[in-house]
């Protein structure tokens, strides 16, 4: 992990860091815990990660602001409604693995026990 190339990027890294802790200490009984040094590093790889496309290694401020903006995105789930199988298509399913694995073995055995040259 490097260290952002220039001072304004320091600066803007720093800034966001601070903004993201206080935004994580707003309201009743919260705390900034959530935020450690941990999610600092995870800026600057991020950083880094999203200069290695741009064809550069050096880290520059609107990469840093493109990470913090990463960084707060929310993990969405995604939620599938009930997938129905054929049962019927199952068991095919099943037997031809079998067959695969019986056939996978017979292979194995013959290549072990063929004549050496």
């Not at 064809?55 to 409604?81: G, K, M, N, Y």
């Not at 079998?98 to 017979?106: E, F, G, M, S």
Request: glycine share 4%.
């Amino acid at each position: 992990m490097s260290e952002p190339s220039t001072q304004e990027a320091a600066d803007v890294l720093v800034e966001k860091y601070r903004t993201l802790r206080q935004d994580d200490a707003t309201g009743a009984g919260r705390n900034s815990y959530r935020n450690t040094v941990r999610q600092l590093e995870n800026m600057i790889w991020l950083s880094e990660a999203i200069a290695r496309p741009n064809c550069t290694s050096e880290i520059i401020p609107a990469f840093v602001r493109e990470a913090l903006i990463l960084l707060r995105q929310p993990i969405t789930h995604v939620e599938h409604d009930a997938i129905e199988f054929d049962e019927e298509e199952l068991e095919g399913e099943r037997g031809n693995k079998q067959r695969r694995a019986t056939d996978a073995l017979r292979w194995q055995n013959w290549f072990h026990e063929r004549p050496k040259f």
